[in-house]
């Protein structure tokens, strides 16, 4: 059973940084594209970064220069190093893998989730 957990987020001043984690069990990072999709209130879920064995890692262009996916194998964890944030950013940050070895939106919208941390940005 695929199973993730978030955690990292919290209340930061604009211009500010976090790091999110996600701890993933239940599968081979190797055959998971695994990534983090954002949700703010009253606006559409928007697809953040990705990272696959295939293709590496890709981002919005909304958090592109500022937003860092990396993964440790060796723990099963995926980070999303957060720099510059803008109060934009503010949403609840989920993490999601889907079985496939490169980064697909649908996948991970369509794969396993984990219950989601919040992130604010204070103006």
């Known amino acids: 059973e695929v199973q993730l957990v978030e955690s990292g987020g919290a209340l930061v001043q604009a211009g500010g940084s976090l790091r999110l984690s996600c701890a993933a069990s239940?599968?081979?990072?190797?055959?998971?594209?695994i990534g983090w999709v954002r949700q703010a209130p009253g606006k559409e879920r928007e697809g953040v970064s990705c990272?696959?064995?295939?293709?590496?890692?890709t981002y919005a262009d909304s958090v592109k220069g500022r937003f860092t996916i990396s993964s440790d194998n060796a723990k099963n964890t995926v980070y999303l190093q957060m720099n510059s944030l803008n109060p934009e950013d503010t949403a609840v940050y989920y993490c999601a893998a889907g079985p496939v070895s490169w980064c697909s939106w649908a996948a991970l919208t369509f794969g396993s989730w984990g219950q989601g941390t919040q992130v604010t940005v204070s103006s």
């Open positions: 239940g599968f081979t990072f190797d055959d998971y594209a």
């Open positions: 990272i696959s064995s295939k293709d590496g890692s």
